[in-house]
């Protein structure tokens, strides 16, 4: 048994992490809570220094968990990207966004990729976690690693394995997750699975690079449509009168043959909103168009100026325009219980109604101000919660349903509420106005 299968074998092996954020950090915990050596990488240096100091950078992640796993030795961050020789893995974690275009911007991949090829060595196995699309690992990153002078498959080992992290989920974690892991060669495979079996419970490997890497992709456009379907139909059974939330309740009752999916202002998170979206420009490269997940991403962007037309349509009732009115936005993250605000269809939202004349504040207890995202840039600070506070708003627009918040209460002393969640539905007092968008 040689180099890295031993290392592995014995429990010795030093694994790195590239990119300490949604699924880096996550991952080193679960490497580093099974006795694995961990060095993290990540160029934003507050954050180590944070790491370091035993804090986590994540709400679902919790301080103690980061300080005991660094309190024992078994993780460590760092800048310095020439420790890369040192770990006999590393495993890719960065974000693959879209361009302008909505096209997928690789720039950290490749950026990640070259940093690496500089300081990669014989036996190592480079791993990538980022949701992309097929073909990525093997014709955009096997070239960049092997202008080192080493060979993929033959001086060091490529694989593929996307992550599947669901921020907020108590159900499932990291370490209980299966693990999909494609390989470059049957040895890559090989290999790969066995250094993720350290950490994960269930293994899932996989025929080739690309099946990992198209199985993500298929993950996500699966939610998408779905999710698009329902908020399409959220609007038409609105025009007949008809409430969706009901009709999803009743035909979740069956069986088989169906799975419930929930409407909302839009799609927010990394994954569903972007990743379909790589699928379908590698597809026009074999001249298949892909109809279904264009028409999911026109109805799904399309959500927030949906609401921003019930906003405008309760204040009518109200004898208001929604230009010069008070509007307070509830929730900035994603999605419940999260301090993610990655594609929020909420900022979205805020942006429009601004646009539409309003003033709009916004509060989140998970997400105290904003931080600037890509076109992004609302410069806000969460507004605390008060009966007196409520009253002085011309409408509340519920737009992420946080556990913490009591709408009974909100209901109370609000003068209007859309809400885009169904968050209000068992509220039975209250003298305010609940419109559900």
């Not at 969460?382 to 946080?402: E, G, I, K």
Request: charged share 25%.
């Amino acid at each position: 048994m040689a180099g890295l299968e031993k290392k592995i074998a014995d429990r010795t092996v030093k694994v790195g992490i590239l990119g300490l954020g949604y699924v880096g950090l996550p991952l080193a915990r679960e490497f580093a809570s099974a006795g694995i050596s961990v060095l993290g990488f990540d160029v934003d240096a507050p954050k180590v220094d944070r790491i370091n100091a035993g804090r986590s950078i994540l709400k679902h992640v919790p301080d103690e968990q980061v300080r005991r796993i660094v309190r024992d030795g078994t993780l460590e961050a760092t800048t310095d990207m020439s420790r890369i020789r040192q770990v006999d893995a590393v495993l890719i974690c960065v974000p693959t966004p879209l361009t302008a275009n909505r096209e997928p911007d690789m720039q950290y991949v490749v950026g990640s990729c070259e940093t690496i090829a500089r300081y990669l060595r014989k036996g190592q196995l480079i791993s990538l976690e980022s949701t992309t699309y097929p073909g990525t690992t093997r014709e955009l990153m096997k070239p960049i690693l092997e202008a080192s002078g080493l060979k993929a498959g033959k001086d060091f080992h490529l694989a593929y394995s996307p992550e599947r992290e669901d921020p907020g989920n108590k159900q499932f974690t990291t370490r209980t997750i299966p693990k999909v892991v494609g390989g470059l060669t049957p040895t890559c495979r090989r290999l790969a699975t066995a250094l993720y079996d350290l950490a994960i419970e269930t293994m899932v490997p996989v025929a080739t690079l690309e099946v990992a890497e198209s199985a993500k992709i298929m993950e996500n456009v699966y939610r998408c449509i779905n999710i698009a379907m329902v908020n399409e139909l959220k609007q038409v059974f609105d025009r007949m009168g008809v409430d969706i939330w009901e009709v999803i309740r009743a035909a979740s009752t069956k069986p088989f043959g169906f799975n419930p999916f929930y409407p909302g202002p839009g799609l927010g998170g990394h994954c569903i909103p972007i990743d379909p979206f790589y699928l379908t420009w590698k597809a026009r490269q074999y001249g298949m168009p892909t109809r279904f997940i264009e028409l999911a991403g026109e109805i799904n962007t399309a959500m927030p100026h949906y609401v921003v037309g019930k906003v405008m349509d309760a204040l009518n009732e109200q004898h208001k325009s929604l230009k010069g009115s008070r509007v307070l936005v509830l929730g900035l993250a994603y999605k419940k219980d999260i301090d993610d605000v990655r594609e929020s269809p909420s900022i979205e939202l805020i942006e429009l109604l601004r646009a539409k004349g309003a003033k709009v504040d916004y509060n989140d207890p998970y997400i105290p101000r904003t931080h600037k995202q890509r076109e992004h840039d609302l410069r806000m600070r969460s507004r605390p919660l008060s009966a007196q506070a409520l009253a002085r708003y011309d409408v509340v627009v519920v737009s992420t349903d946080h556990s913490c918040y009591d709408y009974d209460w909100i209901v109370e002393h609000a003068p209007l509420v859309v809400d885009t969640r169904n968050a209000t539905a068992g509220v039975r007092k209250g003298r305010g106005k609940i419109v559900k968008a």
